[in-house]
């Protein structure tokens, strides 16, 4: 579990290609990892992947085809966002993350407006539902809110300090970048779809 505060960004120093997937070495720029044992979690642009070796401004992880598939991002020499798994004691000062992507959200707008940016971005569909005005969505692992939604479209504002912090400096419309909606989302349409499955039962 993360809470979508980035600790620092990072890069992939080097991609070995593997039967089903990829071994990654990723630079861990300022992120200490004196605490960080083989089997932890680190999120990788909202990617939840186990670390399998540690090095001295290095770990290294490895990724499935199937992740690969459903995210962006891991390939090439891409910038990363960067952060530890939460502990228990803590503090929660985005929303919480599970570091699972949900999709691939298309960059449709990212410009300046005074000294902030305006991130305009389309989300898959199906997530649409999920995705509320002044609600919490995780954009490349970075815990953010919303402004305005229409449809599968939502625009988020950033400060100068999230963009300094973050790999969002690099962002252009077109970019893809990976999206988890709020787990609060999702269990409410399950307990609703379990609540209208009770009722046809009756």
């Not at 540690?54 to 020499?77: I, P, Q």
């Not at 005074?114 to 815990?143: F, N």
């Not at 077109?174 to 779809?193: F, H, K, P």
Request: aromatic content about 4%; proline content about 2%; some cysteine.
């Amino acid at each position: 579990m993360f809470t979508g505060i980035v600790a620092t960004t990072g890069k992939v120093r080097t991609s070995q290609a593997l039967e089903d997937g990829v071994r990654l070495t990723i630079e861990a720029g300022s992120l200490d990892l004196s605490d960080v044992a083989i089997g932890d979690s680190i999120a990788c642009n909202g990617v939840c992947l186990t670390v399998i070796e540690v090095g001295a401004d290095s770990f290294s992880v490895e990724v499935s085809r199937e992740t690969l598939n459903c995210t962006a991002g891991l390939a090439g020499n891409n910038p990363l966002n960067l952060e530890k798994a939460l502990r228990l004691a803590d503090r929660l000062g985005g929303h919480l993350v599970s570091g699972h992507v949900d999709g691939v959200g298309e960059v449709l707008k990212f410009e300046p407006i005074g000294e902030s940016h305006e991130l305009v971005i389309r989300a898959p569909q199906e997530l649409a539902k999920y995705i509320a005005r002044k609600g919490s969505v995780a954009v490349d692992g970075v815990s953010l809110t919303t402004n305005w939604v229409n449809g599968p479209e939502f625009s988020i504002n950033l400060i100068p300090h999230t963009i300094e912090v973050t790999t969002f400096k690099h962002l252009a419309a077109g970019s893809r970048v990976n999206l988890e909606v709020d787990l609060i989302a999702r269990y409410v349409e399950r307990m609703l779809s379990m609540s209208e499955d009770i009722q046809n039962m009756t």
